[in-house]
Nanobody
């Protein structure tokens, strides 16, 4: 089994910054894509950013130029640096990882429990 544990959420004023972290642990052989998603009240979960094992990154248009995703493969950890935060960034942020476990034939997608980010105006 694999666990994803997020940290770094909180309350910040508009224009401020936060850094989210997500560490994966368990029976991990390798991790393919890692990413961040978010879900605001009354809305569907949406992609924020993803990064491949090799470092190729993808961002939602709404966060380009403000958010930066990165990962440390040695630590099985993914980060999300969020700058110039806006009230519309308020949501629960979820970490996701496509994990290849040593005993499985195919990778499995795992999710973290979510961390609240609130941006006040």
């Amino acid at each position: 089994q694999v666990q994803l544990v997020e940290s770094g959420g909180g309350l910040v004023q508009a224009g401020g910054s936060l850094r989210l972290s997500c560490a994966a642990s368990g029976s991990i052989f390798s991790i393919n894509d890692m990413g961040w998603y978010r879900q605001a009240p009354g809305k569907q979960r949406e992609l924020v950013a993803t990064v491949t094992w090799g470092g190729r990154k993808n961002y939602a248009d709404s966060v380009k130029g403000r958010f930066t995703i990165s990962r440390d493969n040695a630590k099985n950890t993914v980060y999300l640096q969020m700058n110039s935060l806006k009230p519309e960034d308020t949501a629960v942020y979820y970490c996701a990882a496509e994990v290849q476990e040593s005993w499985r034939l195919s990778p499995v997608n795992y999710w973290g429990q979510g961390t609240q980010v609130t941006v006040s105006s």
